[in-house]
């Protein structure tokens, strides 16, 4: 079955902590996405990369880092420096094929802080 | 500046015809615009994707005036299960990679 993978559903992070939300696709997508998304609330772009070994900071960076060492793989990092980082985060991607390509979305991560 | 601007919420009743319209001043030349819907505690959903005019799949249609400057989704007869979130996305000006949501409209279906 293709699809976005994100593990794991549910995540607690101690204060001081850094954590990593997996995302995998097995779409050949070039394009990855990250979004956080606080209750009531729309989603806000943190990082997006369109290629391999490149990523560009969306409008909620501060705090968070991330890899695309593989094309399968874009995972996000929450680090210490994310003083609020209690949220849903989902994953995305699409192909590059066209600039109208959908974006496929994974199940996501609700993230609290212990 | 938002991006795109839509109401922050609806209510319809079952049956009803839905429309959700979405403001995109911005919009660049080659931007579609794509609608997507939204269950609590889960990704957004793929529903339908316009560039100009009207387009028609099995579940809404898009209506798209001239000036681009704006769309409608509209949601036939619709049911208690459409009650959602739904967004419409425009890609940036300076990259049709960056794609920013806006905060969306809930819709809310009553019996």
């Known amino acids: 079955d293709g699809g976005i993978t994100q593990s794991p559903k549910y995540l607690f992070r101690k204060e001081g902590q850094n954590v990593t939300l997996s995302c995998e696709q097995n779409?050949?997508?070039?394009?990855m996405y990250w979004y956080r998304q606080d209750p009531g609330q729309g989603l806000r772009l943190i990082y997006y990369?369109?290629?391999?070994?490149?990523?560009q900071k969306g409008d909620i960076a501060e705090g968070y880092s991330v890899s695309r060492e593989k094309k399968e793989s874009f995972p996000l990092t929450v680090t210490s420096a994310q003083k609020n980082p209690t949220a849903f985060y989902l994953c995305a991607s699409r192909t590059t094929v066209a600039t109208n390509e959908k974006l496929f979305f994974g199940s996501g991560t609700q993230l609290s802080v212990l | 500046l938002a991006k795109t601007t839509q109401p922050i919420s609806m209510d319809s009743y079952e049956g009803q015809e839905v429309n959700i319209t979405c403001s995109h001043n911005?919009?660049?030349?080659?931007?579609?615009i794509t609608w997507y819907q939204q269950f609590p505690s889960q990704g957004p959903r793929f529903i339908i994707q316009g560039y100009k005019t009207k387009v028609t799949n099995e579940v809404a249609s898009l209506f798209i005036p001239a000036d681009r400057k704006s769309s409608t989704l509209s949601l036939p007869r619709v049911s208690l299960s459409d009650t959602a979130v739904y967004y419409c996305l425009v890609g940036e000006e300076d990259s049709s990679y960056k794609l920013i949501f806006g905060s969306g409209t809930r819709l809310l279906v009553r019996p």
């Open positions: 911005n919009i660049a030349t080659n931007d579609y």
């Open positions: 990369s369109q290629i391999v070994n490149d990523f």
């Open positions: 779409l050949n997508h070039d394009a």
